[in-house]
């Protein structure tokens, strides 16, 4: 797992992350898109649909989206491309627990026959939380650090790492099989909302009840976990699924975060459609990690 010193690392990851185009363009990431399909027509995600387009046309689909990983051959090129003048390739990717994405990655660099030369990291996670995680990386190899140094500098983001997700409507997360075993729990549950939490990469429900109160409930022992870890805490993520009228409460709440400590940076933005498909409308999400 050790790079060649004279070796530049570039770093590879998945439209599922939460980066921003100018973070993205900074440390000269690249993006494998997965695919998501709406009434039949399939878009690359990031390419060929934007984040507000998606929310927009799965608000008014007739069924419910579908997500495809990025087929293997994607991958090789992606590969190839970025070992052609020698570097080392750092693969962060979405939990194995939610995608097969890794798995494609790491069929592709067997294919390649770069296997040495590539090197590939489950987030355990996604969206912000897998952004801290290649955000991270992209410093430390700004920095001149070496491959198991920055393997570490990750691994201690992921052991550290937390995610509050609260699904306002469970017939996306249920119809995508995302709960597995747990949908019987909730499926004839009517109004409820869940706060689901992935420890160790596993999603699991932490909580449920029903309408606004839980919310406020949420947001408030969040907000009190996130005091409590203030000195602890540099990044943190809002990320939401809403039609563009309906942003508002989550500028609201990245400014109460924000309130808590001014240095802290706070992200608030839409998700990815990979995640808008399974977590539903009006879904929302608050991410962070300690130093």
């Not at 952004?131 to 991270?136: E, H, N, R, T």
């Not at 993520?237 to 409460?249: A, M, N």
């Not at 975060?257 to 992200?267: G, P, R, S």
């Not at 459609?273 to 608050?286: D, R």
Request: hydrophobic fraction near 40%; proline fraction near 3%; aromatic fraction near 4%.
């Amino acid at each position: 797992m050790r790079a060649n010193t004279l070796s530049k690392i570039k770093i590879m990851t998945d439209s599922s992350v939460q980066l921003t185009p100018e973070e993205v363009k900074k440390y000269d990431i690249t993006v494998v898109p997965l695919s998501v399909t709406i009434d039949g027509k399939t878009y690359l995600d990031g390419i060929d649909i934007s984040r507000k387009e998606f929310i927009e046309k799965m608000d008014e689909a007739k069924e419910l989206p579908k997500t495809s990983q990025p087929p293997i051959g994607r991958f090789v090129d992606a590969i190839n491309k970025l070992t052609a003048d020698g570097s080392d390739v750092l693969g962060i990717f979405l939990a194995k627990t939610l995608s097969g994405t890794i798995d494609a990655a790491r069929q592709a660099a067997q294919i390649t026959g770069k296997e040495n030369k590539v090197h590939l990291v489950d987030s355990e996670l996604t969206d912000r939380a897998e952004g801290f995680q290649v955000l991270a990386a992209a410093k430390d190899i700004e920095a001149g650090k070496e491959l198991p140094e920055i393997l570490k500098h990750i691994d201690h983001i992921k052991k550290t790492q937390k995610l509050h997700l609260v699904v306002v409507n469970l017939k996306n997360i249920i119809k995508g099989g995302r709960l597995g075993k747990l949908t019987g729990k909730v499926a004839t549950l009517l109004n409820i909302q869940i706060e689901l939490q992935m420890p160790g990469g596993h999603l699991i429900i932490a909580k449920k009840g029903r309408g606004k109160k839980f919310a406020r409930a949420f947001n408030e022992r969040v907000l009190d976990e996130i005091r409590a870890n203030k000195d602890k805490i540099k990044e943190i993520g809002v990320s939401y699924v809403s039609t563009e009228d309906k942003p508002k409460p989550m500028i609201e709440l990245g400014k109460k975060i924000k309130a808590i400590n001014n240095d802290f940076n706070v992200l608030v933005r839409e998700t990815s459609p990979i995640i808008s498909t399974h977590a539903g409308m009006n879904a929302y999400a608050i991410l962070y990690y300690t130093e």
